[in-house]
Structure formats: C-alpha cells, structure tokens
C-alpha cells in the first residue's frame, strides 16, 4: 500500500461525481482541496464525516478550499445521501477503488474477526499546485474539517 506525504504530488483522478459530472483533480489547479475517503454512504461514521463538511462549508470557502468526498459507492448511491442530509458539495464514486488504491487508502481491515478490503478513512489537503500539503491516515470523521483548517492556520 503506497503511502503519501506532504509536499508528493496528489494522484490525479477523473470520477464521476452524484449527479453524473465528470470530476478531475487536475480541472482544480489554483485552489485548495480536501479530498477525504470514506467507506460507505449513510452509515453513522460517514454520515457524521460528512455532515461536518457540510456545515463547514462557509469555513472551507473562506480558506479557499474545495471539499471532496470518495466512497467505492455508485454515483445513484451517493445522491441519495446527498439529498437525504442536504451535503451540497461533490461526492465522487471510486467504484473500482482504483483512486483509492493510489492514495494508499484500499486495505485490509477487520469486523468481528473477519478480515476483508476496503476504505480506510483519510483525508488530504492539497495545494493550488497539487502538492499534498497533509496526510491523515485513519482520520476520525469529526477530525477531518479541523485538520484542514488548522493546517492553514499556523
């Protein structure tokens, strides 16, 4: 699993966001972007992640920060979420989890025992060039917004 760190150029991706938009990395040179992975839509961890996004958008804009939520779930899924909490920011699909696999997000984890592949929750602050500015691996979801605002802080 490939792990990056600050000052590594981000991974370009081009996904298809909720509403069936194509969304490229590399069409947001010149601001500032919180790309965070999360593991399914509308369960309590990513709804919470996600909720917190939502109701720091004012926060983000200020920063100039574009915010971005990733999930293997299918496009169709994600509007569902988006419309039942009102998330109004883009939430792409990664169904292949090829773009995860390049963040080094996709990895082993474990439930009651079982050991199965998937999304481990991270974010990553990226700059106007594309460079990574922050990392955060196995990032709590209510932590995901104050990382990236402290970043820009101090």
């Known amino acids: 699993m490939a792990v990056l760190e600050k000052g590594m150029e981000a991974p370009d991706f081009t996904l298809q966001d909720q509403e069936g ?12 972007v919180l790309v965070y992975f ?16 939502r ?30 909490y009102g998330l109004g920011f883009q939430l792409l699909s990664d169904a292949d989890h090829a773009v995860a696999e390049a963040y080094g ?25 594309g460079k990574i500015l922050e990392t955060w691996y196995k990032v709590k979801p ?7 605002l402290q970043v820009l802080e101090s």
Not at 142 to 148: E, M, R
């Open 21 to 32: 938009n194509t969304v490229s990395l590399s069409d947001q040179k010149g601001k500032k």
């Open 38 to 53: 999360y593991p399914k839509a509308d369960t309590p961890g990513c709804t919470k992640q996600a909720c917190s996004v």
């Open 55 to 84: 109701d720091s958008q004012k926060s983000l804009e200020e920063k100039g920060i574009v915010a971005f939520g990733i999930s293997p779930d299918e496009p169709g899924k994600q509007k569902k979420f988006d419309k039942k």
């Open 105 to 129: 997000v996709w990895g082993e984890k474990s439930m009651y025992g079982k050991k199965y592949m998937g999304i481990i929750r991270s974010s990553f602050l990226i700059d106007e060039q």
């Open 142 to 148: 209510q932590d995901t917004v104050p990382n990236a």
